[in-house]
């Protein structure tokens, strides 16, 4: 089992920035993906950026450019740095990790937290 821990997020107006940061504990392997997925109010969640534990990284395409993600593999923290955030950034942000385990990838799941936006 592993357990996922948020801290950041909150309230910021539109063009300023924020930062969250994640830290994993429990079964962790070495090899895996740590990230960020979003969900807003009536949406699906979705991508927002993940980052493997060699370094690459990937991101929606709403956030590249604005977004970095990036981790620290003796602290098992994945960090996600937001820029010029905008009000379509608004929604719960979850924090992510993947690994491959005995029975195939498991997936685990922060609790989320909340970034609004204001315009």
């Known amino acids: 089992q592993v357990q996922l821990v948020e801290s950041g997020g909150g309230l910021v107006q539109a063009g ?5 940061s994640c830290v994993a504990s429990g079964s962790i392997f070495g090899i895996n993906t740590m990230g960020w997925y979003r969900q807003a109010p009536g949406n699906q969640r979705e991508l927002v950026a993940r980052i493997t534990s060699t ?15 990036s981790r620290d593999n003796a602290k098992n923290t994945v960090y996600l740095q937001m820029m010029t955030l905008e009000p379509e950034d608004t929604a719960v942000y979850y924090c992510y990790l993947g690994q491959l385990e005995r029975n195939g990838v498991r997936e685990y799941w922060g609790q989320g937290t909340h970034i609004t936006v204001s315009s």
Do not use: H, I
């Open 55 to 69: 370094g690459s990284a990937d991101y929606a395409d709403s956030v590249e450019g604005r977004f970095t993600v």
């Open 16 to 20: 300023g920035s924020l930062n969250l």
